[in-house]
């Protein structure tokens, strides 16, 4: 399983997958970290896509991990949501992770993608 962290969390993120041994339960997980969608203050809107369809293309992908900005998010999600990929928007990236470690340990049997998608962007 892989989840799609945003630059300024990724190290964080990381740290706190590796305290967990890579693993959410029996589950493998890494982290794939994704550039900055932040430029001298700015948004690059080339790299917020670019970030958001990689996750979307990959097939073990199981969320995008983002920065909390409402504005980056009117791009992203709507890429994310066609492709059906769950998200956390946070400014911590151990938070973030940690999140995500918890709720795929918590999945039932069934389409993890699906059940992590109903408990983050659809409550």
């Keep these: 399983m ?3 962290v945003e630059a300024p ?3 964080a993120a990381k740290r706190e997958l590796a305290e967990n041994d890579g693993r959410a339960g029996d589950l493998r997980v890494r982290a794939v970290c994704v ?3 932040h430029e001298a ?3 690059n809107l080339a790299t917020l896509g670019a970030n958001a369809r990689r996750a979307t293309e ?3 992908s199981v969320a995008y991990l983002e920065s909390l900005d409402p504005r980056a ?3 992203v999600h709507p890429i994310l949501e066609t492709a059906e990929v769950p998200w956390i928007s946070e400014n911590s ?3 973030a992770m940690s999140r995500l470690l918890e709720l795929i340990e918590s999945a039932d049997s069934g389409s ?3 059940q992590l998608r109903e408990d983050l962007n659809e409550a």
Excluded: H, I, M
């Design 41 to 43: 203050k700015k948004l």
């Design 93 to 95: 990236g151990a938070a």
């Design 112 to 114: 993890l993608r699906e």
């Design 2 to 4: 892989t989840a799609y």
């Design 35 to 37: 550039p900055s969608p």
């Design 73 to 75: 998010s009117t791009f």
């Design 9 to 11: 969390l990724c190290a």
């Design 58 to 60: 990959d097939s073990t």
